[in-house]
């Protein structure tokens, strides 16, 4: 049955940029969700210590919890190899700290959409990375998975494989026991897709998942993949909400998963409107867990 992990969406301010909360605060906050997990972020502020790495897992396991995924964003479609060798190092180093905390998942991704890149050339240049990467995560026990992402806050341009079929056809370029999917649904609307279409072309090789929801404050499905899908900048049209009572169809997307076995972590990365927000979709998850798993 897969197990329940969350992440601090609504904290990462907090964590990562003025200090104003610490991990412990974190911790004990999530403590009160009954889950099973904490999902990390490399950019944390109190993880730059690798002698404080751990500490910070005893923290985590003597409330009863570990830590299963890190998430982090390495920029593998650079054109300059010595620049996508140094990212090559940092994930590398993630793989380290993942290894470190107890954990069996560290994020990757395939790196900007820098215009002059085609397609192919992308595809090619972040899966040879990720295949350099590949051998270090199996000496530390660590699975790859390559998220449907949007947009790292730090990056000038979004996602290189942030469209279905560029994200596919990366996925269908690595073929290790050690790589797999991080699915999450909400990703794909803001790249004007069908989250299931993408889930049912790639649910053989989800390994972990993100479980957010988004809704629409105007306009309609059709509006947001003609206007936005794809586009540089945040979609207006979509804000994050409580799970449940957004677009995605949770029936439909464990329904899928159930179908393929998978048994793994998800990871809840909604909550921006704070704790309550996350037990409420902490709650949801769990029924529904419990309908298509119990």
Same mark, same amino acid.
């Given at each position: 049955?897969?197990? =329940? ?12 940029? /003025? ?27 109190? $993880?730059?210590? #690798? ?7 005893? %923290? ?5 919890? &570990?830590?299963? $995924?890190?998430?982090?964003?390495? /920029? ?7 620049? +996508? ?5 940092? %994930?590398?180093?993630? !793989? /380290?700290? &993942? ?5 069996? @998942? ?18 090619? =240049?972040?899966?040879?990375? !990720? ?18 992402? @949007? ?5 000038? @341009?979004? *996602?290189?494989?942030?469209? $279905? ?61 003609? *206007? #936005? ?9 979509? +804000? ?16 899928? =998963? ?18 309550? %927000? ?17």
């Amino acid at each position: 049955m897969p197990k =329940l992990a969350a992440f601090p969406k609504a904290y990462m301010h907090a964590l990562c940029k /003025d200090g104003s909360m610490t991990l412990t605060q974190w911790f004990e906050l999530a403590s009160t969700l009954s889950i099973e997990g904490l999902e990390f972020y490399a950019g944390f502020i109190e $993880m730059a210590m #690798e002698s404080r790495w751990p500490d910070i897992r005893r %923290q985590v396991e003597s409330l009863g919890m &570990t830590i299963p $995924m890190m998430c982090c964003s390495p /920029d593998f479609t650079h054109p300059d190899r010595d620049f +996508r060798n140094k990212e090559i190092e940092k %994930q590398k180093r993630w !793989i /380290d700290m &993942t290894a470190a905390l107890g954990g069996s @998942y560290c994020r990757v991704l395939s790196g900007q959409r820098r215009p002059e890149l085609t397609a192919s050339q992308g595809v090619q =240049l972040a899966a040879d990375c !990720i295949h350099e990467c590949i051998p270090h995560a199996v000496q530390n026990n660590v699975t790859l998975i390559l998220e449907n992402h @949007y947009k790292d806050d730090f990056w000038e @341009y979004p *996602e290189f494989a942030q469209k $279905m079929d560029v994200f596919c056809d990366l996925v269908n370029a690595i073929d290790h026991p050690s790589f797999g999917v991080n699915y999450d649904p909400s990703n794909a609307y803001i790249a004007g897709d069908d989250p299931i279409e993408l889930l049912k072309r790639v649910s053989h090789r989800v390994v972990t998942m993100h479980a957010s929801d988004r809704y629409l404050i105007e306009g309609t499905l059709e509006d947001l993949r003609r *206007e #936005e899908g794809g586009s540089a900048g945040y979609a207006k049209r979509l +804000r994050h909400g409580e799970i449940g009572q957004g677009l995605n169809d949770y029936d439909a997307i464990f329904g899928e =998963l159930r179908r393929v076995g998978f048994d793994g972590w998800i990871s809840i990365e909604d909550g921006v409107d704070g704790i309550e %927000q996350l037990q409420r979709s902490v709650n949801f998850l769990k029924k529904k867990i419990q309908q298509h798993w119990g």
